[in-house]
């Protein structure tokens, strides 16, 4: 496995102000922890003002969507040459903009594909609604956002997949490790058989609920690479003590 990554999603929380606050409290203990990569994604308006203010750390910026197109009568969009101003990575398919925003895994290949072309690092997310996981349809769920997410690029470097259950998100009741894992080692195996065997070295994260109380559970499985940390990460101790676990477990 390379290193870890952690990325923070702090999806519409803080205007510009208050982005500058959360920075300042955390970036000091987040630039002390070594060997893992650590992401910030915060809303668009302050990409600019957290990028300026991470410049010369090692601690990388994402946004939290974008358009697949590069410019032109798209009103209220973002698009991947925009964000490459600002940032490196960019999360894509998140359930939330799945289930609230009409995103499907056809619109998410096209934005993984534009994102890829514009040097950015996409970190696509997949993960089944309870109904799907009782109804034991969750793999074949996965399988498909997975290779349907994918289906416009011919290699995934610089992909990474995030493994986040819809309903573990926002929750406070996690995947239990186990089944976090199972996932995570068939997303690597899926990958594997459709890009080939160095595919399987992509990272897929784990996200749904994650703390600094439980990243250790997750961060010890197999398959398992980093995470994607959304209300924990607005909490500075809690995100800068769950990193510097993180880093610890390799
Ligand atoms: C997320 O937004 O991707 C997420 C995993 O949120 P939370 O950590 O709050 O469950």
Not at 130 to 148: M, N, P, Y
């Amino acid at each position: 496995m390379t290193q870890p990554l952690i990325v923070a999603n702090w999806k519409m929380n803080g205007t510009v102000a208050e982005a500058r606050q959360l920075v300042a409290a955390m970036k000091p203990g987040l630039a002390g922890v070594k060997g893992v990569g650590k992401v910030l994604c915060p809303p668009f308006t302050a990409l600019a003002t957290v990028s300026e203010m991470l410049e010369g750390t090692d601690i990388g910026i994402g946004a939290q969507d974008m358009y697949h197109e590069d410019s032109g009568a798209f009103t209220g969009q973002v698009s991947p040459g925009m964000l490459a101003e600002f940032c490196s990575y960019v999360i894509l398919g998140h359930s939330e903009r799945r289930s609230l925003f009409g995103e499907t895994s056809q619109s998410v290949a096209w934005k993984v594909a534009a994102a890829k072309a514009a040097g950015l690092s996409p970190i696509m997310c997949v993960g089944e609604t309870i109904s799907e996981r009782e109804t034991g349809r969750a793999e074949a769920v996965v399988d498909g956002q997975v290779l349907t997410g994918l289906v416009g690029v011919s290699n995934i470097d610089g992909v990474s997949i995030a493994y986040e259950p819809v309903w573990a998100i926002g929750s406070g009741a996690a995947a239990s490790p186990d089944d976090a894992q199972a996932m995570a080692s068939r997303i690597h195996q899926v990958l594997s058989d459709r890009f080939g065997p160095p595919a399987a070295e992509t990272p897929v994260l784990y996200g749904g609920s994650v703390t600094d109380e439980n990243i250790l559970d997750f961060m010890g499985q197999l398959d398992i690479d980093g995470a994607l940390v959304g209300g924990a990460s607005l909490k500075p101790d809690v995100f800068v003590a769950l990193t510097r676990a993180a880093a610890a477990s390799v």
